[in-house]
C-alpha cells in the first residue's frame, strides 16, 4: 500500500526513512506538538514550501530547466485567491473562483514562455523568465486598483476557516480546535495530496522522458522524442503546482502583497532548498524545505541564548550576536554543500543503511 502510494519511489535508506516520517509526523501533529502560533506558522510554512520546491525541482532536477519566473506563478496562486476573496466577500466559491482563475491564468502564461522561449538554450532562457517575473512584479505594485499595490490586500475567509471559529470550547490534547487549527490541516491535506501527484508524474513513463531529456537533449531527440513539447508540459505542470501552492500560502496569511509571494528573495530560498535537499528527488524538497525554514525561523533565537552564555567571552559573544544571523545562515549553507554535495537526500541514499 505504502509503495504503491509513494509510486514506488521509496526512500533507499533507513535513516532518510526515518528522518521523512519524523518530518511528516512532525507537520501531521504540529498544533498539538507545538500550539504555538509561531511553531504552527513555521509548520504551515514548511508545508507549502515543499510543495513550491518540489514543484521547482520538477523543472530544474527532473528536467534541467533553469527558471526564475517561479515565484510568478507563486504570487499569481496568492494573488487569485486574494482578489476572488476580497472583490466576492469571504465564501467556498471564492476560493474556488479564485484558484480556478489563478490556475488558467498559469497555464496560459506558462504556455506562452514554453513556446516561445524554451527553443532558446540555458541562460538565455533564465534571463527571459527573469525579466518576465521582473515585469510582473512591478505590474502587481502599480494596479493598486486590482492589487492593493505596495499594500497588499487583506481578505477574509469563510466563517469555519476564521481565528474566531470555535469547533469546541475546551481544548483538546493542548490545542484549541479554532479556524487556525482547521486552516491548518486544510493545508496539510493539500500538500500531501499535491506532493504525491507530483511524484507520480516524475516516476511515471512521463517523468522517464524529463530526466532523459535532462541527461541528454539530443539523444533524447534523437530517439523520437519531441523534446519542445516535452519540456512546454514540464513548464505548465510546475507552474500549476506552484500556483496552488500560492493559493494555499494566502489561505493560510489571509493577506498577499508583492513582497510575501513575488519577492526574488524567494526565489532565491527556492534555489537554496533545492541545492540543501538535493536536485532530481521529490523528497529533497521535504528535507531542503525543514531544515532551511527551521534555520531561517530559530536560528536567531538560537544564537541570542548563545549569546548570553557566552558573554564572559567578548569576541565569541558579538560574534553569536542574533543581529549576525545570517552570516552563520551562509556558514552552514557552504558547510552542507561542502559535506553533501548531492543534497541531504542524495547524500543519504549513498550510504544505503
Not at 30 to 35: C, E, G, M, S, V
Not at 60 to 69: E, H, Q
Not at 101 to 119: E, H, Q
Request: proline share 3%; net charge positive.
Amino acid at each position: 500500500m505504502m509503495t504503491r502510494l509513494l509510486s514506488h519511489d521509496l526512500p533507499r535508506s533507513r535513516v532518510l526513512a526515518v528522518i521523512l516520517t519524523v518530518i511528516v509526523l512532525g507537520l501531521a501533529f504540529a498544533p498539538f506538538l507545538f500550539p504555538g502560533a509561531k511553531s504552527m506558522n513555521v509548520a504551515a510554512k514548511i508545508l507549502i514550501f515543499i510543495v513550491l520546491v518540489a514543484s521547482y525541482d520538477l523543472l530544474l532536477g527532473y528536467t534541467g530547466i533553469v527558471s526564475f519566473a517561479h515565484t510568478m506563478f507563486f504570487g499569481i496562486g496568492a494573488y487569485g485567491v486574494a482578489i476572488a476573496s476580497s472583490r466576492m466577500g469571504p465564501g467556498w466559491s471564492s476560493l474556488l473562483v479564485g484558484v480556478l482563475g489563478a490556475v488558467v491564468l498559469s497555464v496560459l502564461l506558462s504556455l506562452v514562455i514554453g513556446l516561445f522561449s524554451l527553443r532558446v538554450r540555458a541562460i538565455f532562457y533564465a534571463m527571459i523568465t527573469l525579466a518576465v517575473a521582473s515585469a510582473f512584479q512591478t505590474l502587481a505594485s502599480q494596479l493598486s486598483e486590482i492589487t492593493g499595490g505596495e499594500d497588499g490586500l487583506n481578505f477574509k475567509l469563510p466563517e469555519v476557516l476564521a481565528p474566531s471559529f470555535q469547533l469546541s470550547e475546551d481544548p483538546f490534547l493542548g490545542s484549541w480546535l479554532d479556524g487556525r487549527f482547521i486552516t491548518y490541516y486544510l493545508v496539510f491535506v493539500a500538500a500531501v495530496i499535491l506532493f504525491l501527484a507530483m511524484l507520480r508524474i516524475v516516476n511515471s513513463p512521463f517523468g522517464h522522458v524529463l530526466k532523459a531529456i535532462r541527461e541528454n537533449d539530443f539523444r533524447a531527440e534523437a530517439i523520437g522524442y519531441r523534446i519542445v513539447v516535452f519540456r512546454t508540459w514540464s513548464n505548465v505542470l510546475a507552474a500549476v503546482f506552484a500556483t496552488l501552492a500560492g493559493c494555499l500560502l494566502a489561505i493560510w496569511l489571509r493577506y498577499n502583497g508583492p513582497d510575501t509571494s513575488l519577492s526574488f528573495e524567494i526565489m532565491i530560498d527556492i534555489l537554496l532548498i533545492v541545492v540543501i535537499g538535493g536536485m532530481g528527488t521529490m523528497y529533497g524538497a521535504i528535507c531542503g524545505a525543514t531544515v532551511f525554514l527551521l534555520a531561517q525561523s530559530y536560528l536567531q533565537d538560537l544564537m541570542a541564548l548563545a549569546a548570553n552564555a557566552t558573554q564572559a567571552v567578548p569576541v565569541l559573544s558579538a560574534l553569536l550576536s542574533p543581529d549576525r544571523w545570517l552570516l552563520w545562515l551562509g556558514v552552514l549553507f557552504i558547510l552542507s554543500v561542502y559535506f553533501f554535495p548531492t543534497g541531504i537526500v542524495g547524500k543519504l541514499r549513498t550510504w544505503r543503511t
